[in-house]
């Protein structure tokens, strides 16, 4: 079993730190990729693609975490879920005025 982190990468000065955005529990999904972050009225976003264990699965589907700091991170939400003929990932971030989309690739014809 493979567990994937996702982590952010920030400059402190001079020196880089890893922050651990997301790490499964046992009984969570184990494959996740794809992260899109920005950074938008003063709170972190990142999306990505998450599935049980393989990547663009029928199970994939789109999570995102907030944060204030970039160090502490919201627990994961879905955004986007799959469904019995689709699978989501995230597309990326548009900031227009005050608000700020994200974007979902929706694949169907799964087979």
């Keep these: ?9 920030c400059l402190t000065g001079i ?7 997301y790490s499964p529990e046992p009984d969570e999904d184990h494959y996740v990729n794809n992260a899109v972050m920005t950074f938008f009225k003063g709170r972190y976003y990142c999306m990505w693609q998450s ?8 199970d994939t589907h789109v999570c995102l975490s907030t944060s204030r700091n970039g160090i502490r991170w919201s627990r994961p939400r879905t955004i986007a879920h799959h469904t019995d003929s689709t699978f989501a990932t995230p597309g990326g971030w548009i900031a227009h005025g005050d608000t700020l989309t994200a974007f979902i690739n929706v694949f169907s014809d799964i087979k």
Excluded at 1 to 9: D, F, H, P, V
Excluded at 15 to 21: F, K, Q
Excluded at 51 to 58: I, K, L, T
Aim: charged share 20%; hydrophobic share 40%; with cysteine.
């Design 1 to 9: 079993m493979t567990i994937c982190t996702l982590l952010l990468i």
């Design 15 to 21: 020196l880089p730190v890893n922050i651990t955005v």
């Design 51 to 58: 599935s049980e264990r393989d990547e663009d699965s029928p």
